[in-house]
């Protein structure tokens, strides 16, 4: 059985009409990992080791093992990441229901303002600005929030300074906006984290994880080429890797766009 949207869809993606951006860094052992306070237990940076590589190991064949922390590189936020988000029975890597891994973006370009103001916050008023251009942003689809950060090296791209990282991210009246008057899928972004630099001393703090977690919402963090994307109108295939109680995973994210 044949569904014409689905042949069409893909005779697109196969003549051009449709374009496919990744929206993924590369992993390796540089891939910039969050820092938490060293109170804290800190995330390990990825590391990769040959299993064999056409050698008395394995003569044939040439495979590696890998390790790293959930959240590493272009990662997935599950709901259960996060305290608030703990007890949703659908919120971990594995139960997300998979209808959920793809949806419609929403890109709100605040690259200029990023660029001049490193703490940046993502405002509902400009979110309403943005959705008297282009339309209001509906249920169930991703906010996606470009700052050009992932075009930075790595230092700047985490931003420490003496009082912690200096990076964008969304206000706590925004993540409220989002979760509670537009419901969302979930909220991405070019940096670390799904929250700004300073947002541990938010009130309430990291209102990324704390609203969209709390909400049964995403996070998508470390994203890249978000410039390819057009404000409205693209897709996005966002889907972790399936770990038995996961609270995220380093995933591919590809986009579909005009
Ligand atoms: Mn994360």
């Known amino acids: 059985m044949t569904?014409?949207?689905?042949?069409?869809?893909?005779?697109?993606?196969?003549?051009?009409a449709i374009r496919v951006v990744d929206l993924t860094i590369s992993l390796d052992e540089n891939t910039p990992v969050i820092g938490l306070p060293e109170e804290f237990e800190q995330s390990p940076a990825f590391k990769l080791e040959q299993i064999s590589q056409f050698d008395d190991k394995g003569p044939a064949?040439?495979?590696?093992?890998?390790?790293?922390?959930?959240?590493?590189?272009?990662?997935?936020?599950?709901?259960?990441?996060?305290?608030?988000?703990?007890?949703?029975?659908?919120?971990c890597t594995d139960t997300?229901?998979?209808?959920?891994?793809?949806?419609?973006?929403?890109?709100?370009?605040?690259?200029?303002?990023?660029?001049?103001?490193?703490?940046?916050?993502?405002?509902?008023?400009?979110?309403?600005?943005?959705?008297?251009?282009?339309?209001?942003?509906?249920?169930?689809?991703?906010?996606?929030?470009?700052?050009?950060?992932?075009?930075?090296?790595?230092?700047?791209?985490?931003n420490y300074a003496e009082d912690g990282p200096h990076t964008p991210g969304p206000s706590v009246e925004c993540m409220e906006f989002l979760t509670t008057e537009r419901d969302i899928l979930g909220f991405g972004v070019e940096?670390?984290?799904?929250?700004?630099?300073?947002?541990?001393?938010?009130?309430?703090?990291f209102p990324a994880h704390t609203l969209m977690h709390g909400n049964?919402?995403?996070?998508?963090?470390?994203?890249?080429?978000?410039?390819?994307?057009?404000?409205?109108?693209?897709v996005i295939v966002a889907a972790p890797l399936k770990i038995t109680h996961g609270s995220g995973s380093p995933l591919r994210v590809i986009a579909l766009t005009p």
């Open 61 to 91: 064949w040439y495979w590696n093992r890998f390790s790293c922390g959930e959240h590493t590189g272009t990662h997935f936020d599950a709901p259960g990441h996060w305290v608030t988000g703990k007890d949703y029975a659908d919120g």
């Open 3 to 16: 569904n014409e949207t689905l042949t069409k869809l893909m005779g697109e993606v196969s003549n051009g």
């Open 216 to 234: 049964n919402k995403f996070g998508l963090a470390s994203l890249t080429k978000l410039d390819q994307l057009p404000p409205k109108g693209a």
């Open 96 to 158: 997300i229901p998979p209808e959920k891994l793809i949806g419609a973006a929403n890109v709100i370009d605040v690259s200029a303002e990023s660029a001049e103001n490193p703490d940046y916050l993502l405002t509902s008023d400009k979110l309403k600005n943005w959705e008297a251009d282009h339309g209001k942003i509906e249920p169930g689809t991703w906010v996606l929030m470009r700052t050009d950060w992932s075009k930075r090296g790595p230092e700047d791209f985490l």
């Open 191 to 205: 940096t670390v984290g799904t929250d700004a630099g300073q947002a541990f001393a938010f009130e309430p703090a």
